[in-house]
Nanobody, 117 residues
Framework: QVQLVESGGGLVQPGGSLRLSCAAS????????MGWYRQTPGKPRELVAT???????NSADSVQGRFTISRDNAKNTVYLQMDSLKPEDTAVYYC???????????WGQGTQVTVSS
């Protein structure tokens, strides 16, 4: 059973930066993609950014130019560097993993990111 362990959330002032990490373990299958989604109360979970094992990325328009996703395939770890954070980035951020393009989504437990002065 795959396990996703997230770290790096917290409280930051507007304009600040945070780096999220997510490490996958528990499976020997080749990972197709890893990434991040976020959710605020009363709203559906939304894509932040994903990256495939080949390095192809996909990200929400709202974070382009501010957030950078990267991946260490050898460590089965994905990172999200978040710069120029805004209050509207406040959410619970969930790590996501898929073993195939249309396969099951696996989720981490979530990490809170709060952007506030």
């Amino acid at each position: 059973q795959v396990q996703l362990v997230e770290s790096g959330g917290g409280l930051v002032q507007p304009g600040g930066s945070l780096r999220l990490s997510c490490a996958a373990s528990g499976s020997s299958f080749t990972i197709y993609s890893m990434g991040w989604y976020r959710q605020t109360p009363g709203k559906p979970r939304e894509l932040v950014a994903t990256i495939t094992s080949g390095g192809s990325t996909n990200s929400a328009d709202s974070v382009q130019g501010r957030f950078t996703i990267s991946r260490d395939n050898a460590k089965n770890t994905v990172y999200l560097q978040m710069d120029s954070l805004k209050p509207e980035d406040t959410a619970v951020y969930y790590c996501n993993l898929r073993y195939s393009r249309y396969g099951t989504h696996y989720w981490g437990q979530g990490t809170q990111v709060t952007v506030s002065s």
